[in-house]
């Protein structure tokens, strides 16, 4: 097999595939849950000068993740959520933000330097309180 029906044949089974088939089991207490599909498959067979070569053709079923699920473990998705609260961290360090932007600004700069300051500052203050 030459480099060229090699590089074809592995194009061809890489590519094609259909829908997506899911069969869920439950037995007693625990729930299994398999997700398939059916891939076209082609692979060249090289002939000879008296023989010439062919195309062949099947299909094939292959067990894929199923969609929707991230990990085949449900207990892990249903605890990813981020509990990390920064509301405390916001207004300390609003306060102290909009604080020292009254500090150094004066005159005309101080009408966008304390709300800037407030911004600026609660934006730390969730990042240090764990947001």
């Known amino acids: 097999m030459n480099c ?36 076209y498959r082609e692979e060249y067979i090289p002939g000879t000068r008296n023989d010439p070569g062919y195309v062949k053709k099947w299909e094939e079923t292959v067990e894929v993740p199923c969609p929707g699920l991230g990990s085949t473990n449900n207990n892990n998705n249903n605890n990813k959520f981020d509990n990390n609260d920064c509301s405390e961290g916001k207004i300390a360090g609003g306060i102290l933000g909009a604080g020292f932007a009254t500090a150094i600004s004066r005159g005309k700069d101080r009408w966008w330097a304390i709300p800037a300051g407030l911004v600026g500052g609660s934006m730390v203050g969730c990042q240090i309180d764990g947001g």
């Open 4 to 39: 060229k029906s090699l590089i074809f044949s592995i194009v061809l089974i890489c590519s094609g595939s259909t829908s997506i088939h899911a069969d869920e089991y439950q037995r007693g207490y625990s729930t299994s849950r398999t997700c398939t599909r059916n891939e």
